[in-house]
């Protein structure tokens, strides 16, 4: 049985998620570490995080047409990336970048991992 070829340029593989940049892949360790530490506390500490969430991914996608090509608000989000789109691995700038998020979230409620 030959072995399966890699992608060629241009290409994508489809199988399985799609890979995060290093730096992309360091923010959802530090979201998952808070998210984590959340799950084993109190529910109304859960609930006020799931509600943080769901406020910024839905701020996000309302304010960017961009947002599922964007791999930061899947971090979030915790969905998963069409392996047949484009993708972008920029954070959104100042006010709305997702790493400035997650550091907020790690400052409230704990599970610091660095960015």
Not at 1 to 16: A, I, L, V, Y
Not at 30 to 42: D, E, I, K, L
Not at 69 to 97: C, Q, W, Y
Request: charged fraction near 25%.
């Amino acid at each position: 049985m030959p072995e399966p070829k890699p992608p060629q340029p241009g290409e994508r593989n489809q199988e399985g998620p799609l890979p995060f940049s290093v730096k992309n892949q360091k923010m959802k360790d530090a979201f998952s570490a808070v998210q984590s530490r959340v799950n084993n506390g109190p529910y109304d500490q859960l609930e006020n995080f799931m509600t943080e969430i769901t406020l910024r991914v839905e701020y996000l996608r309302k304010k960017y047409p961009d947002w599922q090509k964007r791999a930061v608000v899947h971090i979030i989000s915790s969905s998963t990336m069409d392996p047949n789109s484009e993708v972008t691995e920029e954070d959104f700038l100042g006010e709305d970048s997702v790493e400035a998020f997650i550091t907020s979230l790690q400052n409230k409620y704990g599970g610091n991992l660095s960015i």
